[in-house]
């Protein structure tokens, strides 16, 4: 069971996951969080130099790098926790590749979508959460907990207006692999509604 969350810079996905986690472990669930750019040790090491503020990163290189790491993940990471029978939350996934790469950055999507087919092997997410917040607030906030803002943080707010409505779009396209929630609502009534979605998604498929 692989479940995504996704939206953007300050949307509150990742203290969602992180309630989700330790919720579905306390329920004795054989679960794992990961998060992209990262998951692995490679990953990981890139993501330090990837989102650094100064860098100018071309946005073709910029999507081969992200298929890089993905490519590392899911061979390393996701696929064997999969057939193992556990669940993937996973912070940012492929639906991240045609917000920000595609929508934001101007490449082709079937560019895209050939890459990310070739990268994940056939596996895509059961559910992806998308956490729906609008720009100027998800930048407020990440500007309260953070001092020094990475190369994405530091786009203009027009680039994040793009991003939040490329994901609204994605979900349109999928609405029954996607839970959009709104993400001001409180972290309360957020985690509330995640949990009923998961256990009911965990329900049905015997889990």
């Not at 472990?25 to 990953?43: C, N």
């Not at 953070?146 to 793009?162: G, L, P, S, Y």
């Not at 939040?164 to 709104?182: G, N, T």
């Amino acid at each position: 069971m692989l479940i995504t969350f996704e939206g953007i810079e300050g949307s509150g996905k990742t203290t969602q996951i992180e309630l989700l986690y330790n919720h579905l472990k306390q329920k004795g669930h054989d679960v794992i969080k990961t998060r992209e750019p990262g998951g692995t040790a490679f990953g990981e090491a890139l993501r330090k130099i990837f989102l650094h503020e100064s860098l100018n990163v071309l946005p073709l290189s910029e999507l081969l790098i992200f298929m890089a790491m993905r490519a590392q993940h899911v061979e390393e990471l996701i696929l064997p926790a999969l057939k193992n029978g556990k669940v993937v939350l996973c912070d940012r996934f492929v639906d991240a590749s045609y917000a920000y790469q595609g929508y934001g950055r101007g490449i082709d999507l079937g560019i895209i979508e050939t890459l990310n087919r070739l990268v994940t092997k056939g596996v895509r997410p059961n559910l992806t959460i998308l956490l729906d917040c609008t720009a100027k607030k998800g930048l407020k906030r990440k500007a309260a907990f953070n001092n020094v803002m990475d190369r994405f943080e530091k786009e203009d707010i027009a680039f994040h207006r793009t991003i939040k409505d490329a994901y609204l779009k994605l979900s349109r396209e999928e609405p029954k692999r996607f839970l959009v929630i709104d993400g001001g609502d409180s972290i309360e009534d957020i985690e509330a509604l995640i949990r009923k979605n998961v256990e009911n998604l965990l329900k049905n498929y015997g889990i």
